[in-house]
């Protein structure tokens, strides 16, 4: 037991724990420049879209025939005529619920006229002192 007490105490000239903190990266690479690229106020991925993976891959010199597509050139081209599709269809959604919100305040309102012109109207002496 004295043996256990005194390494304890001899302990004490070893620096603590929390004094030689290391720094440790919890961030991917892949994390850390895409928001370099962000902050530069480019794309996250530089690969998605640009002369490379637009433009095909050659051309002829004749001028007369066209190239055929590149890889994932096709898909990329696809999955583009898809999203315009859904944003016309969504679009027009929206536009719908605008026209049937308009048409429903116009016939709440049509309904308040009609339940105020259908009301009660004073008759005999009431009738003529108005006039």
Not at 18 to 30: A, D, G, V, Y
Not at 55 to 60: I, Q, V
Not at 99 to 105: D, E, N, S, T, V
Request: proline share 5%.
């Amino acid at each position: 037991m004295a043996l256990f007490r005194s390494i304890i105490s001899s302990k004490c000239s070893i620096p603590s724990v929390s004094n030689t903190f290391r720094r440790i990266q919890t961030k991917t690479t892949r994390e850390t420049v895409q928001k370099w690229r962000e902050d530069r106020g480019l794309d996250k991925n530089p690969n998605a879209h640009g002369p490379l993976t637009d433009l095909p891959d050659y051309t002829f010199m004749d001028g007369n025939r066209l190239t055929p597509l590149g890889s994932h050139q096709k898909q990329r081209i696809i999955k583009q005529r898809e999203l315009a599709a859904k944003m016309i269809r969504l679009i027009r959604e929206i536009d719908d619920g605008k026209l049937m919100h308009k048409r429903l305040q116009e016939e709440s309102q049509r309904n308040r006229e009609d339940i105020i012109s259908n009301k009660f109207k004073p008759k005999g002496v009431l009738l003529i002192k108005k006039k």
